[in-house]
């Protein structure tokens, strides 16, 4: 009898039970810093390298979320974008109406959803999101169950942050990197940085929130992250952020 109650508690266990990866955001405001991108966009490489020297030599100092969203309208002018998506490319209209902008283009760069051109400008748009109180405080808690990453995030405010209060679950991947063969950059091998891997639809956010996400096999699993964004309806009002490197979840990939 022990031994079957020892057998059936081994199959209730999950089957990658690592330590659990908990995080609290700051009580300062986290500074999300969006690039939209293409392998297809000459003028794309520049900024993607800028992108990676602001969080792997510059992130001591300035508390910030880089998410590059690699667009899917350079897809038909030469070369298609393995990382591209078409919810990248309606992210960023979404964002350029916001800004009343006519036009969206790539590179483009926002800081918690407003248009910041030239470096100076995003470093200062960084640096002034960071003085600001955050509106809410979020927990971050991330483990895995067999092929998914299970995510829970405990939201909690002291202030009036308006209704209709919705957040978005990403994955990320560092250290990534094409050889293009056609298009634009005909010939170069492109490095990228904190590239948007997954991105869920919009969710209210509640006290208490759950979420689920396959792991895909085609991740490196040592440069992988998760990040939960809350934002006011539309992406009009940024509140606050929360991101973690999970690794230590998918040291087996």
């Not at 902008?101 to 926002?110: G, S």
């Not at 959803?113 to 405080?137: D, F, M, V, Y």
């Not at 679950?169 to 492109?190: A, I, W």
């Amino acid at each position: 009898m022990l031994r079957l109650l020892i057998i059936a508690s081994l199959l209730s266990t999950p089957l990658f039970a690592g330590a659990p990866i908990v995080v609290t955001s700051s009580d300062r405001q986290i500074a999300v810093v969006e690039l939209y991108t293409s392998e297809g966009c000459s003028s794309c490489p520049r900024a993607d390298r800028w992108l990676a020297e602001l969080v792997t030599t510059r992130q001591q100092d300035l508390d910030l979320l880089a998410l590059a969203f690699h667009v899917d309208y350079w897809d038909y002018l030469g070369w298609k974008d393995r990382f591209s998506n078409a919810d990248y490319t309606k992210r960023q209209r979404v964002l350029g109406a916001n800004n009343r902008q006519n036009t969206i283009y790539t590179p483009e760069f926002f800081v918690n959803g407003k248009e910041a051109r030239g470096s100076g400008h995003i470093l200062q748009q960084i640096q002034q999101t960071n003085q600001q109180p955050a509106p809410l405080s979020l927990q971050l808690t991330v483990s895995r169950d067999e092929s998914e990453l299970l995510i829970a995030v405990r939201a909690s405010t002291e202030r009036d942050v308006g209704a209709q209060i919705h957040h978005r679950y990403l994955v990320y991947e560092n250290n990534l990197s094409t050889d293009v063969k056609r298009g634009e950059n005909s010939g170069k091998v492109l490095h990228h940085q904190q590239v948007v891997r997954y991105m869920s639809p919009t969710q209210s956010l509640q006290t208490e929130n759950r979420h689920r996400i396959a792991i895909d096999p085609a991740w490196q699993g040592a440069n992988v992250g998760i990040a939960v964004l809350v934002t006011s309806a539309g992406n009009q009002r940024y509140l606050q952020a929360v991101h973690a490197a999970v690794a230590s979840l998918l040291d087996n990939l």
